[in-house]
Nanobody
Framework: QVQLVESGGGLVQAGGSLRLSCGVS????????MGWFRQAPGKERELVAA????????YYVDSVKGRFTISRDSAKNTVYLQMNSLKPEETAVYSC??????????????????WGQGTQVTVSS
């Protein structure tokens, strides 16, 4: 069983930065992809970024390219999401998730077997 715990959310002004962490416990297979999702009130959950646990290849939704960076620390079993130049419309609950897939399938939410509880990110204008 895999458990995921997010941290690092909070309140930040527009243009500011936050770094989210996702601590992973349990067995992580090299075939796993780690994803960061967000869901704003009244909106569908969307994949923000994903990273392959094995080779570090990554995916970003177009709206965050150049501002967000996903990374992993295998020794610490932790995945990070560095978010810069945050915008008010990016206020949401951010969750990490993992499942066995290749990075090219990362947008398929049904492939993620394990989810964290989420952490609130609020960007004030």
């Amino acid at each position: 069983q895999v458990q995921l715990v997010e941290s690092g959310g909070g309140l930040v002004q527009a243009g500011g930065s936050l770094r989210l962490s996702c601590g992973v416990s349990g067995r992580i297979e090299s075939t796993y992809v780690m994803g960061w999702f967000r869901q704003a009130p009244g909106k569908e959950r969307e994949l923000v970024a994903a990273i392959s646990w094995s080779d570090g290849s990554s995916y970003y939704v177009d709206s965050v390219k150049g501002r967000f960076t996903i990374s992993r620390d295998s020794a610490k079993n932790t995945v990070y999401l560095q978010m810069n130049s945050l915008k008010p419309e990016e206020t949401a609950v951010y969750s990490c998730a993992t499942g066995a897939m290749t990075i090219r399938l990362a947008t398929m939410q049904t492939l993620y077997d394990f989810w964290g509880q989420g952490t609130q990110v609020t960007v004030s204008s």
